[in-house]
T-cell receptor, first 115, second 114 residues
């Protein structure tokens, strides 16, 4: 594909509801990252997938957050029982992980608003 | 712990002038990569330039160059001949070559003045 795509672009939900955010990485990219960016802040690492290896979940802020990557391609980030502090832009990035550079290419993000 | 520091929350530059955006990092790893990204108001993160810790020369990509001073642990981005379209947030990031995480700074907001 041309680039990383994410859906939906915007999501408004009520506190306590579950949400699913989707990421389609660049075809052939083996690595996939999820980040969270709160208003006016930098990027907060959430989770990382590399090929068939176990994901690095060390950045997930609570057990309400989970993610999966099916078939080594599409990834879904799920937030259960959303809270207002979950409101942020969720960015996905993918890379073809070569030794050294591992340049990430980002999607346009999903803006999540929890009312 | 890995840490990226961008001390300039906001910068202004006159169109066609050069500007330097500061970035310092902290790591005990000998091998790492440094990245700069641009985030315009549309929100998408755009990769600009990469510098490896063992690279002997400073990286350049068109109007972007990276002033890499390893001993000082700084990786400043230089934008030459600024254009109005350069107005955006700029993020410095680092990844250890043995790790999975990218560490991002808090960003610098650049405004190019006509």
């Amino acid at each position: 594909g041309a680039g990383v795509s994410q859906s939906p672009s915007n999501k408004v939900t009520e506190k306590g509801k579950d949400v699913e955010l989707r990421c389609d990485p660049i075809s052939g990219h083996t690595a996939l990252y999820w980040y969270r960016q709160s208003l006016g802040q930098g990027l907060e690492f959430l989770i990382y997938f590399q090929g068939n290896s176990a994901p690095d979940k060390s950045g997930l802020p609570s057990d309400r957050f989970s993610a999966e990557r099916t078939g080594g391609s599409v990834s879904t980030l799920t937030i259960q029982r959303t809270q207002q502090e979950d409101s942020a832009v969720y960015l996905c990035a993918s890379s073809f992980r070569l030794a050294g550079t591992d340049t990430q290419y980002f999607g346009p993000g999903t803006r999540l608003t929890v009312l | 712990a890995q840490k990226i520091t961008q001390t300039q929350p906001g910068m202004f530059v006159q169109e066609k002038e050069a500007v330097t955006l500061d970035c310092t990092y902290d790591t005990s790893d000998p091998s790492y990569g440094l990245f700069w990204y641009k985030q315009p108001s549309s929100g998408e993160m755009i990769f600009l330039i990469y510098q490896g810790s063992y690279d002997q020369q400073n990286a350049t990509e068109g109007r972007y160059s990276l002033n890499f001073q390893k001993a000082r642990k700084s990786a400043n981005l230089v934008i030459s001949a600024s254009q109005l379209g350069d107005s955006a947030m700029y993020f410095c990031a680092m990844r250890r070559h043995t790790g999975n995480q990218f560490y991002f700074g808090t960003g610098t907001s650049l405004t190019v003045i006509p």
